[in-house]
């Protein structure tokens, strides 16, 4: 379990960019379940159809990669004080099933699929109430600062 004060400590980004809100397991090496609680106050939601708002498809895709990358940092015993930063490099297979909208608790889960020489991959999911809203296999790499 790992509250937001943690999560700052594997993850480079911040507000507005932060898009993990609490991790409800790990286990290094295998998988990861965090949450993003979307509300209203999103600064996003100002401009993206403001009369029906509905969370960005990419800031999905980004917050299962950040799900990936706390444990991808955790799986390597690193943080990013270390002089290490986990680029996003790709995706495959990406897919949006259902909107994400205000009052929502988007899930986010990942497993790894494999690491070679730095670049991690990763299945992820995203689902609200166990209804899937994303999927994809998303590419890491592990860099120095």
């Known amino acids: 379990m790992m509250?937001?004060?943690?999560?700052?400590?594997y993850l480079p980004h911040r507000y507005p960019f932060l898009l993990v809100d609490r991790v409800v397991e790990l286990v290094p090496g295998e998988s990861i379940v965090a949450y993003k609680n979307v509300t209203i106050n999103?600064?996003?939601?100002?401009?993206?159809?403001?009369?029906?708002?509905?969370?960005?498809?990419?800031?999905?895709?980004?917050?299962?990669?950040?799900?990936?990358?706390?444990?991808?940092?955790?799986?390597?015993?690193?943080?990013?004080?270390?002089?290490?930063?986990?680029?996003?490099?790709?995706?495959?297979?990406?897919?949006?099933?259902?909107?994400?909208?205000?009052?929502?608790?988007l899930q986010l889960e990942a497993k790894i699929v494999s690491e070679k020489r730095g670049i991690w991959k990763f299945d992820v999911r995203a689902t609200v109430e166990g209804e899937l809203a994303s999927s994809a296999t998303i590419l890491c790499a592990d860099r120095k600062v």
């Open 3 to 9: 509250d937001v004060n943690e999560i700052r400590k």
């Open 42 to 105: 999103e600064p996003y939601f100002n401009g993206h159809f403001p009369d029906h708002p509905v969370m960005p498809g990419v800031l999905i895709q980004e917050a299962m990669a950040q799900a990936a990358g706390i444990l991808g940092f955790k799986t390597m015993d690193k943080t990013p004080q270390d002089g290490s930063i986990y680029y996003f490099v790709g995706s495959d297979k990406l897919r949006f099933k259902r909107p994400v909208v205000p009052g929502d608790q």
